[in-house]
Protein backbone atom coordinates (compact mmCIF):
# COMPACT_ATOMS: atom_id res chain seq x y z
CA UNK A 1 0.00 0.00 0.00
CA UNK A 2 1.17 3.50 -1.45
CA UNK A 3 0.29 6.90 0.10
CA UNK A 4 0.90 10.51 -0.62
CA UNK A 5 1.21 11.95 2.92
CA UNK A 6 1.72 10.48 5.68
CA UNK A 7 1.91 12.11 9.21
CA UNK A 8 3.08 10.13 12.36
CA UNK A 9 1.24 10.88 15.55
CA UNK A 10 -1.75 12.50 16.11
CA UNK A 11 -1.52 14.96 18.35
CA UNK A 12 -1.93 19.14 17.59
CA UNK A 13 0.30 19.40 15.13
CA UNK A 14 -0.28 16.03 13.40
CA UNK A 15 -3.70 16.83 13.33
CA UNK A 16 -3.64 20.44 12.10
CA UNK A 17 -1.42 19.35 9.26
CA UNK A 18 -4.02 17.15 8.04
CA UNK A 19 -7.16 19.22 8.39
CA UNK A 20 -5.07 22.10 6.42
CA UNK A 21 -3.96 19.50 3.71
CA UNK A 22 -7.93 18.85 3.56
CA UNK A 23 -8.65 22.13 2.95
CA UNK A 24 -6.10 22.12 0.19
CA UNK A 25 -7.50 18.82 -1.69
CA UNK A 26 -4.60 16.61 -0.46
CA UNK A 27 -5.11 13.14 1.20
CA UNK A 28 -2.83 12.18 4.06
CA UNK A 29 -3.39 9.57 6.49
CA UNK A 30 -1.91 9.71 10.47
CA UNK A 31 -1.14 7.11 12.31
CA UNK A 32 -1.61 6.90 15.76
CA UNK A 33 -0.04 4.60 18.70
CA UNK A 34 -2.96 5.11 21.10
CA UNK A 35 -5.54 3.13 20.70
CA UNK A 36 -8.46 5.43 20.81
CA UNK A 37 -8.60 9.26 21.08
CA UNK A 38 -9.83 8.89 24.97
CA UNK A 39 -7.05 6.61 25.56
CA UNK A 40 -4.60 8.84 27.65
CA UNK A 41 -5.60 12.12 29.39
CA UNK A 42 -5.01 15.36 26.66
CA UNK A 43 -3.12 17.64 29.39
CA UNK A 44 -4.88 20.43 30.89
CA UNK A 45 -5.75 24.04 29.50
CA UNK A 46 -3.38 26.25 26.52
CA UNK A 47 -3.43 29.55 25.65
CA UNK A 48 -3.99 29.70 22.03
CA UNK A 49 -1.54 32.98 20.76
CA UNK A 50 -2.95 35.03 18.44
CA UNK A 51 0.33 35.06 16.44
CA UNK A 52 1.10 31.59 15.91
CA UNK A 53 -1.75 28.72 17.33
CA UNK A 54 -4.72 31.07 16.06
CA UNK A 55 -2.82 31.63 12.79
CA UNK A 56 -2.97 27.99 12.47
CA UNK A 57 -6.71 27.56 13.03
CA UNK A 58 -7.26 29.96 10.68
CA UNK A 59 -5.67 28.24 7.43
CA UNK A 60 -7.63 25.27 9.22
CA UNK A 61 -10.98 26.73 8.79
CA UNK A 62 -11.79 26.31 12.40
CA UNK A 63 -11.81 29.53 14.00
CA UNK A 64 -15.69 29.42 14.96
CA UNK A 65 -15.23 26.02 16.80
CA UNK A 66 -12.29 27.32 18.64
CA UNK A 67 -14.46 30.61 19.50
CA UNK A 68 -16.69 27.83 21.14
CA UNK A 69 -14.42 26.03 23.32
CA UNK A 70 -12.93 29.70 25.28
CA UNK A 71 -12.79 29.73 28.34
CA UNK A 72 -13.86 33.12 29.73
CA UNK A 73 -11.81 34.69 32.07
CA UNK A 74 -8.78 32.59 32.11
CA UNK A 75 -6.27 35.09 30.79
CA UNK A 76 -6.16 36.61 34.83
CA UNK A 77 -3.17 36.43 36.45
CA UNK A 78 -1.92 36.34 39.42
CA UNK A 79 1.86 36.23 41.23
CA UNK A 80 2.36 35.33 44.82
CA UNK A 81 5.33 35.36 47.04
CA UNK A 82 5.74 32.41 48.88
CA UNK A 83 3.93 34.05 52.15
CA UNK A 84 0.91 34.62 50.21
CA UNK A 85 1.26 38.10 49.63
CA UNK A 86 0.06 38.82 46.22
CA UNK A 87 2.07 40.85 44.50
CA UNK A 88 0.91 41.17 40.75
CA UNK A 89 -2.92 40.67 39.94
CA UNK A 90 -3.92 40.98 36.41
CA UNK A 91 -7.60 40.39 35.19
CA UNK A 92 -8.63 39.19 32.19
CA UNK A 93 -10.40 42.09 30.34
CA UNK A 94 -11.11 40.33 27.48
CA UNK A 95 -8.87 41.81 25.52
CA UNK A 96 -5.78 39.50 25.33
CA UNK A 97 -3.97 37.40 22.52
CA UNK A 98 -3.89 34.22 24.11
CA UNK A 99 -7.18 33.11 24.85
CA UNK A 100 -7.52 29.63 26.92
CA UNK A 101 -8.99 26.26 25.89
CA UNK A 102 -9.00 22.19 27.43
CA UNK A 103 -6.43 20.90 24.77
CA UNK A 104 -9.22 17.57 24.78
CA UNK A 105 -11.36 19.86 23.24
CA UNK A 106 -9.02 21.73 20.77
CA UNK A 107 -7.37 18.28 20.01
CA UNK A 108 -11.33 16.88 19.62
CA UNK A 109 -12.52 19.91 16.91
CA UNK A 110 -9.65 19.07 14.58
CA UNK A 111 -10.21 15.54 14.78
CA UNK A 112 -13.93 16.20 14.03
CA UNK A 113 -13.03 18.42 10.61
CA UNK A 114 -11.16 15.14 9.41
CA UNK A 115 -12.77 12.37 6.92
CA UNK A 116 -13.87 9.79 8.65
CA UNK A 117 -10.55 6.80 8.34
CA UNK A 118 -7.94 9.44 8.24
CA UNK A 119 -6.61 8.61 11.41
CA UNK A 120 -5.49 5.23 12.05
CA UNK A 121 -5.37 4.41 15.79
CA UNK A 122 -3.47 1.43 17.43
CA UNK A 123 -0.55 2.04 14.69
CA UNK A 124 2.83 2.04 16.62
CA UNK A 125 5.67 2.96 14.38
CA UNK A 126 8.49 0.62 15.25
CA UNK A 127 10.80 0.94 11.95
CA UNK A 128 11.20 2.95 9.16
CA UNK A 129 13.68 1.98 6.29
CA UNK A 130 14.47 4.42 3.20
CA UNK A 131 13.67 3.02 -0.08
CA UNK A 132 15.36 5.94 -2.37
CA UNK A 133 14.12 8.95 -4.48
CA UNK A 134 12.16 9.97 -1.40
CA UNK A 135 10.02 7.03 -0.48
CA UNK A 136 9.97 5.17 3.19
CA UNK A 137 8.76 1.31 4.33
CA UNK A 138 6.69 2.39 7.21
CA UNK A 139 6.61 -1.46 9.97
CA UNK A 140 3.88 -1.03 12.58
CA UNK A 141 3.97 -2.97 15.69
CA UNK A 142 1.18 -4.71 14.32
CA UNK A 143 3.23 -6.20 11.64
CA UNK A 144 1.80 -4.07 9.11
CA UNK A 145 3.61 -2.11 6.52
CA UNK A 146 2.72 0.79 4.90
CA UNK A 147 5.33 2.52 1.68
CA UNK A 148 4.99 6.41 1.53
CA UNK A 149 6.23 9.31 -0.49
CA UNK A 150 6.02 11.76 2.24
CA UNK A 151 6.71 11.43 5.44
CA UNK A 152 5.72 13.70 8.53
CA UNK A 153 7.20 12.98 11.87
CA UNK A 154 4.68 15.07 14.53
CA UNK A 155 5.53 12.08 17.30
CA UNK A 156 6.82 13.89 19.63
CA UNK A 157 10.33 14.07 21.86
CA UNK A 158 11.06 10.72 21.15
CA UNK A 159 10.41 10.86 17.83
CA UNK A 160 10.98 7.77 15.78
CA UNK A 161 10.93 9.76 12.58
CA UNK A 162 13.72 12.55 13.94
CA UNK A 163 16.82 9.75 13.20
CA UNK A 164 15.84 10.12 9.33
CA UNK A 165 17.15 13.46 9.45
CA UNK A 166 19.00 13.97 12.59
CA UNK A 167 21.20 12.36 15.35
CA UNK A 168 20.15 14.82 17.78
CA UNK A 169 18.60 12.97 20.96
CA UNK A 170 16.54 15.32 23.71
CA UNK A 171 18.68 15.82 26.95
CA UNK A 172 17.11 16.41 30.73
CA UNK A 173 16.97 20.31 31.47
CA UNK A 174 17.40 19.87 35.07
CA UNK A 175 14.18 20.98 35.68
CA UNK A 176 10.43 18.83 36.36
CA UNK A 177 6.76 19.35 36.77
CA UNK A 178 4.85 17.12 39.35
CA UNK A 179 1.33 17.99 38.12
CA UNK A 180 -1.72 17.61 40.69
CA UNK A 181 -5.32 18.19 40.48
CA UNK A 182 -8.38 19.25 42.94
CA UNK A 183 -11.56 18.91 41.91
CA UNK A 184 -14.55 20.82 42.49
CA UNK A 185 -12.21 23.83 44.48
CA UNK A 186 -14.70 26.50 45.17
CA UNK A 187 -16.47 23.73 47.53
CA UNK A 188 -13.70 21.08 48.58
CA UNK A 189 -10.62 23.27 48.82
CA UNK A 190 -11.76 27.14 48.97
CA UNK A 191 -8.42 28.29 50.62
CA UNK A 192 -6.59 27.10 47.53
CA UNK A 193 -9.24 28.25 44.96
CA UNK A 194 -8.91 31.81 46.59
CA UNK A 195 -5.50 31.75 45.96
CA UNK A 196 -5.53 30.87 42.66
CA UNK A 197 -8.56 33.24 41.88
CA UNK A 198 -10.15 33.02 37.93
CA UNK A 199 -6.83 32.33 35.80
CA UNK A 200 -3.68 31.43 36.85
CA UNK A 201 -1.21 31.77 39.58
CA UNK A 202 2.44 31.75 40.13
CA UNK A 203 4.22 31.38 43.03
CA UNK A 204 8.41 31.12 42.12
CA UNK A 205 11.32 30.75 44.53
CA UNK A 206 14.73 29.80 43.17
CA UNK A 207 14.62 26.24 42.17
CA UNK A 208 11.12 25.62 43.33
CA UNK A 209 7.57 27.00 42.14
CA UNK A 210 4.12 26.50 42.62
CA UNK A 211 2.15 26.93 39.30
CA UNK A 212 -2.17 26.29 39.12
CA UNK A 213 -4.60 27.16 36.49
CA UNK A 214 -8.42 26.97 36.90
CA UNK A 215 -9.59 24.80 34.40
CA UNK A 216 -13.65 23.79 33.80
CA UNK A 217 -16.00 22.81 36.42
CA UNK A 218 -13.54 24.49 39.14
CA UNK A 219 -10.95 22.25 38.14
CA UNK A 220 -7.45 23.26 39.48
CA UNK A 221 -4.34 22.45 37.26
CA UNK A 222 -1.25 22.12 39.58
CA UNK A 223 2.06 22.19 38.06
CA UNK A 224 4.88 22.23 40.63
CA UNK A 225 8.09 23.12 39.44
CA UNK A 226 11.20 21.68 40.88
CA UNK A 227 15.05 21.88 39.22
CA UNK A 228 16.07 19.06 41.18
CA UNK A 229 18.56 16.22 39.22
CA UNK A 230 16.67 13.08 37.98
CA UNK A 231 18.32 10.69 40.24
CA UNK A 232 16.55 12.99 43.35
CA UNK A 233 12.98 12.26 41.47
CA UNK A 234 13.91 8.75 40.27
CA UNK A 235 14.26 8.35 44.69
CA UNK A 236 10.51 9.14 45.22
CA UNK A 237 8.34 6.25 44.94
CA UNK A 238 5.35 7.64 42.90
CA UNK A 239 3.73 4.61 43.15
CA UNK A 240 2.90 5.34 47.17
CA UNK A 241 0.51 8.64 46.52
CA UNK A 242 0.67 9.88 49.95
CA UNK A 243 4.76 8.74 50.17
CA UNK A 244 5.60 11.25 47.48
CA UNK A 245 2.97 14.36 48.30
CA UNK A 246 4.67 14.15 51.23
CA UNK A 247 8.09 14.60 49.88
CA UNK A 248 7.34 17.06 47.25
CA UNK A 249 5.62 19.03 49.89
CA UNK A 250 8.59 19.13 52.11
CA UNK A 251 10.20 21.60 49.64
CA UNK A 252 8.05 23.77 50.30
CA UNK A 253 8.02 24.16 54.20
CA UNK A 254 7.33 27.20 55.19
CA UNK A 255 5.18 28.35 52.60
CA UNK A 256 1.62 29.70 53.01
CA UNK A 257 -0.82 27.36 53.70
CA UNK A 258 -3.28 27.77 51.00
CA UNK A 259 -0.23 27.33 48.20
CA UNK A 260 0.68 24.35 49.98
CA UNK A 261 -2.85 22.72 49.96
CA UNK A 262 -2.21 22.93 46.11
CA UNK A 263 0.25 20.07 46.87
CA UNK A 264 -0.64 17.99 49.93
CA UNK A 265 -4.90 18.48 48.87
CA UNK A 266 -4.40 16.95 45.92
CA UNK A 267 -7.09 14.87 44.60
CA UNK A 268 -5.38 12.54 42.22
CA UNK A 269 -1.73 10.95 43.08
CA UNK A 270 0.89 13.21 42.26
CA UNK A 271 2.87 12.51 38.31
CA UNK A 272 6.78 13.53 37.49
CA UNK A 273 6.72 14.34 34.22
CA UNK A 274 11.00 15.52 33.66
CA UNK A 275 11.91 18.24 31.05
CA UNK A 276 13.79 17.79 27.76
CA UNK A 277 15.04 19.31 25.30
CA UNK A 278 16.39 19.48 21.82
CA UNK A 279 19.31 22.05 21.09
CA UNK A 280 18.35 25.50 20.61
CA UNK A 281 18.34 26.21 16.58
CA UNK A 282 18.47 22.37 15.88
CA UNK A 283 18.26 21.94 12.10
CA UNK A 284 18.99 19.05 9.23
CA UNK A 285 20.35 18.98 5.92
CA UNK A 286 17.21 18.50 3.33
CA UNK A 287 16.55 14.39 3.23
CA UNK A 288 14.33 13.27 0.18
CA UNK A 289 10.82 12.66 1.00
CA UNK A 290 10.59 13.54 4.97
CA UNK A 291 10.41 16.32 7.75
CA UNK A 292 9.25 17.30 11.14
CA UNK A 293 7.06 19.08 12.87
CA UNK A 294 6.29 20.29 16.51
CA UNK A 295 8.73 18.39 19.32
CA UNK A 296 10.26 16.14 16.92
CA UNK A 297 11.88 19.05 14.99
CA UNK A 298 12.05 22.01 18.00
CA UNK A 299 11.87 20.49 21.23
CA UNK A 300 11.77 22.90 24.40
CA UNK A 301 10.94 23.20 27.53
CA UNK A 302 7.53 24.18 28.83
CA UNK A 303 7.83 28.02 27.41
CA UNK A 304 3.76 28.25 26.54
CA UNK A 305 4.85 27.90 22.85
CA UNK A 306 5.25 24.33 22.28
CA UNK A 307 1.32 23.53 21.09
CA UNK A 308 1.04 26.74 19.27
CA UNK A 309 4.27 26.39 17.24
CA UNK A 310 3.25 22.71 16.41
CA UNK A 311 0.23 23.85 15.02
CA UNK A 312 1.92 26.49 13.00
CA UNK A 313 4.21 24.03 11.90
CA UNK A 314 1.34 21.88 10.45
CA UNK A 315 -0.37 24.78 9.02
CA UNK A 316 2.80 26.22 7.54
CA UNK A 317 4.21 22.71 6.21
CA UNK A 318 0.62 21.82 4.68
CA UNK A 319 0.30 25.22 2.59
CA UNK A 320 3.53 24.66 1.30
CA UNK A 321 3.02 21.73 0.07
CA UNK A 322 0.40 23.02 -1.72
CA UNK A 323 1.88 25.83 -2.71
CA UNK A 324 4.62 23.37 -4.92
CA UNK A 325 1.69 20.74 -5.92
CA UNK A 326 4.89 19.38 -8.55
CA UNK A 327 8.06 19.43 -6.45
CA UNK A 328 7.53 18.20 -2.88
CA UNK A 329 11.19 19.03 -2.27
CA UNK A 330 10.27 22.68 -3.52
CA UNK A 331 7.61 22.64 -0.76
CA UNK A 332 9.50 20.68 2.01
CA UNK A 333 12.76 23.17 1.84
CA UNK A 334 10.33 26.27 1.93
CA UNK A 335 8.63 25.12 4.92
CA UNK A 336 11.98 24.13 6.47
CA UNK A 337 13.97 26.92 6.06
CA UNK A 338 11.31 29.38 7.69
CA UNK A 339 10.31 26.93 10.44
CA UNK A 340 14.20 26.48 11.58
CA UNK A 341 14.34 30.16 11.77
CA UNK A 342 10.98 30.80 13.36
CA UNK A 343 11.34 27.78 16.10
CA UNK A 344 15.07 29.13 16.58
CA UNK A 345 13.68 32.73 17.39
CA UNK A 346 11.28 31.74 20.21
CA UNK A 347 13.30 29.71 21.74
CA UNK A 348 16.05 31.77 22.34
CA UNK A 349 13.70 34.53 22.99
CA UNK A 350 11.87 32.74 26.06
CA UNK A 351 14.81 31.33 27.21
CA UNK A 352 16.05 34.85 27.61
CA UNK A 353 12.92 35.90 28.97
CA UNK A 354 12.48 33.07 31.87
CA UNK A 355 16.41 33.02 32.70
CA UNK A 356 17.52 36.68 32.35
CA UNK A 357 15.19 39.11 33.12
CA UNK A 358 14.41 37.87 36.42
CA UNK A 359 16.69 36.16 39.52
CA UNK A 360 13.81 33.54 40.31
CA UNK A 361 11.86 35.35 42.86
CA UNK A 362 8.21 36.54 43.18
CA UNK A 363 8.89 40.26 43.20
CA UNK A 364 11.05 40.43 40.30
CA UNK A 365 8.93 37.69 38.65
CA UNK A 366 5.96 40.36 39.15
CA UNK A 367 8.14 43.03 38.07
CA UNK A 368 9.00 41.31 34.93
CA UNK A 369 5.69 40.84 33.84
CA UNK A 370 4.72 44.24 34.68
CA UNK A 371 7.32 45.83 32.42
CA UNK A 372 7.06 43.15 29.87
CA UNK A 373 3.87 44.07 29.65
CA UNK A 374 4.32 48.00 29.17
CA UNK A 375 7.16 46.88 26.17
CA UNK A 376 5.58 48.30 23.05
Request: charged share 20%; net charge negative; glycine share 10%.
Amino acid sequence: MTTPVTIIGAGLGGLTLARVLHVHGIAATVYEAESSPTARAQGGMLDIHDYNGQLALEAASLMDEFRGLILEGRQAMRVLDRDGTILLDKADDGTGGRPEVQRAELRQILLDSLPAGTVQWGRKLSGVRALGEGRHELAFSDGSTVVTSLLVGADGAWSRVRPLLSAATPDYTGESFVEIYLFDADTRHPAAAKAVGGGSLIAPAPGNEIHAHREKDATLHTYVVLARSQDWFAAIDFTDAAAATARIAQEFDGWAPELTALITDGDTAPVWRPHYALPIGHRWDRVPGVTLIGDAAHLCAPNGEGANLAMLDGAELAKALAAHPDDVEAGLTDYEQAMFLRSTEIATETTEFFENLFDGTAQSLATTFTGHEQTP
